[in-house]
């Protein structure tokens, strides 16, 4: 598939529960809802978001299609418009054989098993459709449920960095997963 096409037009995809769709610039708005909760930010080392950075924000991510640097997604619950969550692909490597995975919940959602169903649809477009060979995720180590999420789904440790993020007068440090094409389930 030729990479122009991946980004200008990515993919909807529906799971039991969530319709996961290309993020759009109407989303802003459900969006800044968990991107200015400082409990779901400080989970990746970020102040929240204000409402006018939030809405920069989205045009930015609809901005990088064009310049391939990444592709994002929300995800809503089946039969609502608004977003509960977004995940994304950023971080290419040049050659687009890697790429780094991000995600985020709305925190009333936390812990109903929402993103370990989001993402699988997102990995194996990614593996399939993209091209990709190996799929990193770099959470802070403390970030537990960001750990287990990952090594759910299949992902390696493969290490840790350390005190590569300055937070709140804290260097953190972060944990370093991987998933190859080989390591995930082939579509039955
Ligand atoms: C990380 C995050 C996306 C997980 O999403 P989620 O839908 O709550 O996760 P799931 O319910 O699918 O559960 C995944 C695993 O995390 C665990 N988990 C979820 N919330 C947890 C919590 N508050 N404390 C401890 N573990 C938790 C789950 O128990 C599950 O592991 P298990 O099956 O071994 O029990 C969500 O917590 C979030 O948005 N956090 C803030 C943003 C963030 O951290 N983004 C990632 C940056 S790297």
Redesign the pocket.
Same mark, same amino acid.
């Given at each position: 598939m030729k990479l122009d096409r991946v980004f200008a037009h990515p993919p909807t995809f529906n799971t039991d529960r969530l319709r996961v769709r290309p993020i759009e610039l109407t989303d802003a708005k459900a969006l800044f809802e968990f991107m200015s909760d400082r409990k779901?930010t400080e989970?990746?080392g970020q102040k929240p978001r204000t409402w006018e950075e939030t809405q920069a924000w989205v045009r930015d991510r609809l901005a990088d299609r064009s310049r391939r640097g990444s592709i994002y997604w929300v995800f809503t619950l089946r039969g609502d418009s608004v977003a509960i969550?977004s995940c994304c692909y950023w971080n290419f490597e040049p050659g687009f054989r890697t790429a780094e995975i991000?995600?985020? @919940?709305h925190r009333a959602?936390?812990?109903?098993?929402?993103?370990?169903e989001a993402l699988p649809p997102i990995i194996s477009y990614g593996f399939a459709r993209l091209g990709l060979h190996r799929i990193e995720?770099s959470?802070?180590a403390e970030?537990?449920?960001?750990r287990? @999420?990952l090594l759910?789904l299949g992902f390696k440790n493969e290490g840790r960095l350390r005190q590569r993020v300055f937070f709140r007068g804290r260097y953190l440090d972060q944990s370093y997963y991987g998933l190859l094409r080989e390591d995930w389930p082939k579509p039955s």
């Amino acid at each position: 598939m030729k990479l122009d096409r991946v980004f200008a037009h990515p993919p909807t995809f529906n799971t039991d529960r969530l319709r996961v769709r290309p993020i759009e610039l109407t989303d802003a708005k459900a969006l800044f809802e968990f991107m200015s909760d400082r409990k779901v930010t400080e989970r990746y080392g970020q102040k929240p978001r204000t409402w006018e950075e939030t809405q920069a924000w989205v045009r930015d991510r609809l901005a990088d299609r064009s310049r391939r640097g990444s592709i994002y997604w929300v995800f809503t619950l089946r039969g609502d418009s608004v977003a509960i969550g977004s995940c994304c692909y950023w971080n290419f490597e040049p050659g687009f054989r890697t790429a780094e995975i991000g995600y985020e @919940l709305h925190r009333a959602h936390w812990g109903t098993g929402i993103m370990t169903e989001a993402l699988p649809p997102i990995i194996s477009y990614g593996f399939a459709r993209l091209g990709l060979h190996r799929i990193e995720a770099s959470p802070l180590a403390e970030n537990r449920p960001s750990r287990r @999420l990952l090594l759910k789904l299949g992902f390696k440790n493969e290490g840790r960095l350390r005190q590569r993020v300055f937070f709140r007068g804290r260097y953190l440090d972060q944990s370093y997963y991987g998933l190859l094409r080989e390591d995930w389930p082939k579509p039955s």
